[in-house]
């Protein structure tokens, strides 16, 4: 998640000695480090995610990561980089108002004005750790580090379509199969590129074309078809009936195998069979997880681990530590299988 925004314009007017000055310019809460700009971004992030119904609170808290908790104080450390409070001010709010379907996945973001929080130094080609000591705002990075400063990925350029590591396509555009490529509209065909529709649409497979994602009550066959905040979820079992419904949160009736409560909670029953009587409960942070049964749950601040053939919630891998997924790795981190001699949890170049 790239943090930043649009500078203000400041006008001084000299001539017998008057003042312009845009008030938003002197508001005292305006963030004056990256600390306090961190601390109520996270918060915000988790109250928007939250109320868009993206999951529980403490799913939310426990898999996000914003540069700014590391990457960004490493770059001002090194003088690499510049911190502006007032674009810093304008980026929450710009968050704050941003529609649902601008902010979750598969094509959501932050909003366009998240771009200048942070300022990078270094030209193109300077050796770097982390984006924000680059004036491109990326710091590429694959097999070793440190990484070199360098421009991202036009259309029909080369991206790596993993996040972190190689290049990286411009916003506005997607990778796929390893090129950048325009995000499609509503109405335009998608065939082929089921991953590219413009936030707020699907790719409609009986017709091939990017649709609006769809309200409560209406018959979905994946999650990607409904509006944020609703899940795709059984509404009927025999005959099976996929409807796109609002999710039901910790300590709500649920029955097992509709899988209807908010992701971050799983129906639990006695038995666990499907179509017992249950209740939404939290996911565990230790003990037993099951990514394979009636009911699929993983793990608060940990990775549900399948290795054994029955799931147990695991401590993240380190980084830098060898891994096998990006599941494994902490938050914001994935397996780089570029690295050598082998595949490691990877965050930046940041020692």
């Excluded at 769809?214 to 999650?223: I, S, V």
């Excluded at 992701?263 to 996911?283: E, F, I, K, L």
Aim: aromatic fraction near 4%.
């Amino acid at each position: 998640m790239r943090i930043g925004s649009r500078l203000l314009v400041v006008a001084l007017a000299t001539a017998g000695c008057s003042l312009a000055v845009d008030p938003k310019k002197l508001d005292p809460h305006a963030p004056p480090d990256v600390a306090t700009f961190c601390q109520r971004a996270l918060d915000l992030v988790v109250q928007r995610f939250s109320a868009c119904g993206a999951a529980t609170p403490e799913l939310i808290q426990s898999q996000l990561y914003l540069p700014c908790q590391d990457q960004w104080q490493h770059a001002l450390g090194r003088g690499n980089a510049g911190y502006d409070k007032y674009a810093a001010a304008d980026c929450l709010a710009a968050v704050e108002a941003a529609p649902c379907k601008l902010l979750l996945p598969p094509n959501g973001d932050v909003p366009d004005v998240c771009n200048q929080v942070m300022s990078g130094y270094l030209n193109d080609a300077v050796a770097c750790d982390v984006d924000a000591d680059c004036g491109s705002g990326l710091c590429l990075a694959a097999a070793t580090c440190p990484g070199v400063c360098a421009q991202r990925s036009g259309e029909g350029a080369a991206c790596s379509g993993r996040r972190n590591v190689g290049p990286q396509c411009h916003r506005g555009l997607v990778c796929r199969a390893l090129v950048c490529e325009v995000i499609i509209y509503q109405g335009s065909s998608c065939t082929g590129r089921a991953q590219s529709c413009e936030p707020g649409a699907y790719c409609e497979a009986a017709t091939g074309t990017c649709e609006w994602q769809k309200g409560a009550g209406a018959t979905c066959a994946g999650q990607e078809e409904c509006e944020p905040g609703l899940l795709c979820a059984v509404a009927q079992v025999t005959p099976l009936r996929l409807e796109c419904m609002a999710p039901r949160p910790p300590g709500a009736s649920c029955t097992v195998g509709q899988r209807d409560c908010t992701r971050g909670s799983y129906c639990r029953s006695a038995a666990q069979v499907a179509g017992d009587p249950g209740t939404c409960v939290a996911w565990p942070g230790l003990g037993a997880c099951d990514l394979a049964g009636v009911e699929p749950f993983g793990c608060l601040g940990r990775w549900c681990n399948m290795s054994g053939g029955t799931g147990a919630c695991s401590d993240f891998t380190p980084e830098a530590s060898s891994c096998a997924s990006d599941a494994e790795c902490r938050p914001g981190a994935v397996c780089n299988g570029l690295a050598v001699p082998g595949p490691v949890c990877f965050t930046s170049c940041m020692p």
